[in-house]
């Protein structure tokens, strides 16, 4: 594979760490910071909220720049977000600094993703982006964990200066890296927009939203689960976040080769298997060694779905590549958004912890309800045009 995707793949893990890093820390923040764990939450909610919107925004603005320019001066505020949210005050500055930090996540990756797909050859396409993803995976395997720990041990404001260094060293590797080609983010601004006017592109991204929303459900409440209802201690957490994200890590790799080959039954099997691991997970959660032995599994699933949803939106908007592909980060963090809300939710009403799997099921489910609807319309447009041409002859 190119070099330019290690660049792009560091970058990935000091975004990844940033957004997923508060799941660790959730606890401590809501102490430090005193409110309640579903406000807390709201934290993983602001960032994805901050994401979706951020992500149409700055691929607008960043439309006609050079890819490695545009890509450069998204992590340059990505470091400034995350220098924000070391030094905020209070829970309000927090969420400030927490949407600013998200704000480059979506325009990156969605850049980012179609600078792989260009690397390499069209059959090798959702590997490259694999590839690219790669480092957010890492981020749950390395950047997590660590962060968890240091945030436990000296504080949850250290783990985000850690995360700003980590982000000055990945503007070192774009600078290094990724070549400085004459070329511009996108096409023509009026080009990529009508990418909003095509309905196989819209239920694409929803597939993306309820598909990775399934997962935030249970995800963003991960630590004290695992704490209160699996009975692990605290600083046992980030050991169970290593692991999960060797899950995620090897999902991610299998899922870019499943898609390679066959996209949609591939995704539609993945969201199947996604929902008996939940309903699994409601039992296995009270006991140590099969909570373990699930949340890797569930890892696996999870990240598995990621290069196959990336793809389809791809290739559902092919002649708007940079705008779909950034939307659908968006997506993806839109989803993480509400499914952190939905698992609140259940929590504020009083339900128990253990409870969120059983709802994490419903929302799979959902999703793939829907890839098999998109699967179906993809069929009626393939009879349509081969009708067509039949005529036509």
Not at 18 to 35: H, K, N, Q, W, Y
Not at 89 to 112: C, D, E, K, Q, W
Request: proline residues 4%; contains cysteine; charged residues 10%.
């Amino acid at each position: 594979m190119p070099i330019t995707l290690l660049a792009l793949a560091i970058s990935a893990f000091a975004i990844g760490t940033t957004e997923f890093v508060i799941m660790g820390i959730l606890p401590d923040v809501a102490r430090d910071l005193s409110v309640s764990l579903p406000a807390a939450g709201l934290l993983v909610s602001g960032y994805a909220f901050g994401v979706a919107v951020g992500a149409p925004l700055l691929a607008v603005l960043t439309n006609k720049l050079r890819r490695k320019l545009a890509l450069q001066l998204l992590m340059g505020i990505f470091i400034i977000g995350n220098v924000l949210c070391a030094i905020a005050p209070g829970y309000n500055m927090l969420m400030v600094a927490r949407v600013v930090t998200s704000f480059t996540h979506g325009s990156f990756f969605g850049i980012g993703s179609v600078v792989a797909a260009s690397l390499v050859a069209p059959d090798k396409r959702a590997s490259a982006i694999a590839m690219m993803f790669t480092g957010l995976t890492l981020a749950n395997v390395l950047g997590v964990p660590f962060g968890t720990f240091i945030g436990q041990e000296f504080g949850w404001r250290t783990t985000f200066w850690i995360v700003a260094a980590m982000g000055v060293l990945s503007l070192a590797g774009l600078s290094a890296l990724v070549p400085n080609r004459q070329d511009s983010a996108g096409a023509r601004l009026g080009q990529e927009v009508r990418v909003l006017a095509e309905p196989a592109a819209w239920v694409a991204l929803m597939m993306t939203v309820v598909g990775f929303g399934s997962v935030f459900v249970v995800f963003t409440y991960i630590a004290p689960i695992l704490v209160d209802v699996t009975g692990f201690s605290p600083s046992a957490v980030s050991l169970v976040l290593v692991l999960f994200g060797f899950g995620l890590t090897i999902g991610n790799t299998i899922g870019g080769k499943l898609a390679d080959r066959a996209l949609m039954p591939s995704l539609m099997g993945i969201l199947a298997l996604m929902a008996v691991i939940m309903v699994a997970f409601a039992f296995t959660s009270h006991y140590k060694l099969a909570a373990v032995a699930t949340i890797f599994v569930w890892g696996i699933a999870a990240f598995a779905t990621v290069p196959p949803l990336q793809m389809r939106v791809v290739e559902k908007a092919k002649h708007a590549p940079n705008l779909a592909s950034t939307l659908n980060i968006g997506a993806f963090n839109l989803g993480n958004a509400l499914g952190a809300w939905l698992g609140g939710s259940v929590l504020s009403h009083g339900y128990a912890l253990d409870t969120l799997p059983y709802v994490a099921a419903v929302v799979a489910v959902a999703a793939l309800l829907l890839t098999a609807y998109a699967s179906w319309m993809d069929r009626r447009e393939s009879n349509g045009a081969a009708s067509f041409s039949a005529e036509a002859s």
